[in-house]
Each structure stands twice: as C-alpha cells, then as structure tokens.
C-alpha cells in the first residue's frame, strides 16, 4: 500500500509531548479514569473485576446500544465500534471504494478523509472552502461534479479545522444529489454535540440518508482520546458488513478496559459535553477580545462549532517558521495552514484545553514583541 505520510501526525511528533501550552489541539479537555468511574456506581469494582480476554468483534452489545441512543433511526446493529475514529475511517473507506471511483472531500480536511481514497487509486475532487467565503460550503459545486460515477462524497460536520457547519438546508440538498445517483455520504461527525447554538446542530446523516455512513468518537467534544474508542454507524448492511470484514485484519476488537470505560462515559455522554462546551464557551470569549485587540495581525471567521478553527495572520509571515519562533519563545504550539494543505498565512488555533487562557497570554506576548 502506497500512502503519504500524515502531515498532522509527523508534526505531533515532534511537538506535542515535549511542548508545554498546546493551542492548537483538536480534542477537547480530558477526564481522568477515577473521575468517569465516579459517574457510576460501584463501577470501580467492576472495572477491577474485568476480563481481560478478547471482546466482541463489532463491539460490547451494552456499547452498541449507548451508541445507538445517540441517534434517531439506529439499533444497536447498525453499529461497529473502532479503536477511534481513525480505524473507522480506513475500514469504511477501503469497504467502499474502489480504484478509479470518483470520490468528492471537502478540503480543507482531515487527512485521512482524502488520503486514503488516494492511495486506493480512485479518482479524488477536493470541494474547495474558502475564508473568502466565511467557509461556506459552494453547492454549485456538488451539483456540477456530482454523477453516476461518484461512489463517496465525504463532509466533515462540525468541521475540522475551520469550526464551521453546514446549513440544513445544503444538507439535504447533498443528500437528495446523493441519492439521485447512489452515491454514499461518508458524514464525519466527531464533533458532534460541541455546537454553540443546539439550533445549528445538524442531523446525524445515517438518521436521513440510507447511504450514509456516520463516523462518531469519544476523543473529541467528550475529550476522552486515551480511549481509543470511535464508531461507524450505518443503515446500509451491504456496507457494514463489507467494514466489518476489513476490521478482522486490523485490530479484531477493541480494548476490554476502554470499552468499559467508555460506555460509563456514554451514560453520562451530556455532562461530559456539557463540561466541555462550558471550556469552549468561556475561551471563546477570551478569543473574541483577543481578535479585536490585535485586528491588526490576525482576522478569524468565528466558527460555530467545536474546539478549534483556522485564523489568520495578515502581515506576510512564512507561518511554519513563525510557528516555531512562537514555541521556542513562549512554548506555545499552533499548527500551520500548511499541515492542512491551505495557505501559508493561516494556523489552526485550538481552544478546548483548561489551560488556554494562560496560552493566549503566551501568544499575545509573542504578537506584541513581533509586530
Ligand atoms: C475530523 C476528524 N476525523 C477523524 C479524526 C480521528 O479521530 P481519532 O483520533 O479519535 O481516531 C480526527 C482527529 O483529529 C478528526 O479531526
């Protein structure tokens, strides 16, 4: 298999365990083991007295089923359960295409939603989001490039790395194309339920669209990544089950310890998102301050979701060195725009973490000293 590699995951390597403010990361804060077996009662017994032999293949049935509840129209069946998001993503894109498949992605994107199709050999078409356009999502697009060889189209909403969202309305106008040619929706929603405005929120796709394949994890708005625990959920058997002959080579099934834990955390799934939304909300307050004060260096589209969105700096900066000036000066890590493959004057600002506001001090510091 030929791949290339992870821009995102070569650039955490070297920077994220060894660099102490974090302002660019994607999950929001973490629990730790003694505070989610806190939430249920005499669950730290029963974590003790764990089995620790293979689990089920698509996952516990009492996991499934807390999954389930996360949606309108899905059983417990409809569900397999992966070690995060990123299993699901390989196993449900290799189940689904095939070389010279067209293949439609929102870019930018997370990587992964556009590599893998690459290496498969289909035939890939970045649908293009724009700051010019407050990355609003161009259906024209969609409705010109979308036909009877288009085997995926993938949306990621809420979106990494611009905080955005689509509109219901462009929603269903995607699926009815969709449908009108077959097509599958990959629809990754691992951001799910870190909306600012419950009014914006969108459907789960595999609620209204039989084709659609929905893609949810722990790691993001619940900030629970050390799980590993992410899912597909899909109405569409054919596909399900095609995913879950992939997973057999890959991890089998998933980690007993994590799946005990994150079902207690999919019991109690509002409180952690709440707590989260409650960090999110409060720096968002600290970013609005600080984008007015320094409206003469940076300029963002204020997202309308989740923990991260891609900003920019106006002045002409080679961002990827500025970025490293920024960490060796204050310690404090962004991404650049080139990690997601868009322009060398954005980074990607994360604002989930407890500690952010001590960051943002960090990066001011650093703007007044350079500009
Ligand atoms: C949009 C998106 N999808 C999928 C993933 C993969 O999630 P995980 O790290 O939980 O496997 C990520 C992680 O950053 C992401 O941002």
Redo the contacts with the bound molecule.
């Keep these: 298999m030929e791949i290339a590699p992870s821009r995102i995951e070569r650039y955490f390597e070297k920077f994220e365990f060894n660099t102490p403010y974090l302002l660019c990361s994607?999950d929001c804060q973490s629990f730790t083991v003694k505070e989610i077996l806190e939430l249920e009662e005499n669950a730290q017994d029963k974590f003790m007295d764990l089995y620790l032999g293979y689990t089920e293949t698509r996952g516990h049935p009492e996991l499934r089923q807390v999954i389930a509840n996360l949606y309108e129209t899905i059983e417990e069946e409809d569900i397999i359960v992966f070690a995060?998001?990123?299993e699901g993503?390989f196993c449900a894109l290799n189940a689904i295409l095939g070389q010279g498949d067209q293949y439609i992605v929102q870019h930018p994107n997370?990587q992964s939603l556009e590599e893998i199709p690459k290496s498969i050999g289909c035939k890939v078409d970045q649908w293009k989001m724009s700051h010019l356009d407050n990355w609003e999502c161009d259906m024209d697009f969609v409705h010109d490039k979308v036909g009877p060889s288009t085997k995926a189209i993938a949306v990621?909403n809420p979106h990494?790395p611009t905080g955005s969202l689509m509109t219901r309305a462009d929603i269903d106008d995607l699926v009815s194309i969709a449908a009108r040619y077959g097509s599958y929706i990959f629809s990754?929603e691992?951001y799910r339920l870190s909306e600012y405005h419950k009014e914006d929120a969108l459907p789960a796709l595999c609620d209204i669209y039989d084709k659609a394949i929905s893609?949810g994890?722990l790691?993001k708005s619940l900030g629970l990544?050390g799980l590993r625990i992410?899912w597909i959920a899909t109405r569409d058997k054919e596909a399900l089950s095609k995913i879950a002959q992939i997973k057999d080579f890959i991890t089998i099934c998933n980690s007993a310890p994590s799946e005990f834990l994150s079902t207690i955390a999919l019991k109690n799934v509002t409180k952690l998102a709440n707590r989260n939304l409650d960090i999110i909300q409060s720096n968002l307050l600290l970013l609005d301050q600080f984008f007015d004060n320094y409206q003469y260096v940076v300029k963002w589209v204020r997202p309308k979701s989740g923990p991260i969105t891609l900003a920019e700096i106006i002045p002409s900066v080679d961002m990827e060195a500025f970025c490293m000036d920024l960490r060796e000066s204050e310690g404090v890590l962004l991404l650049p725009g080139s990690i997601f493959d868009y322009d060398n004057q954005h980074f990607r600002i994360g604002f989930g973490r407890a500690n952010m506001p001590e960051a943002l001090e960090r990066f001011s510091r650093f703007l007044d000293k350079t500009f």
């Design positions: 994607s995060g998001a990123e993503v997370y990621i990494n990754d691992v893609l994890v790691s990544p992410g």
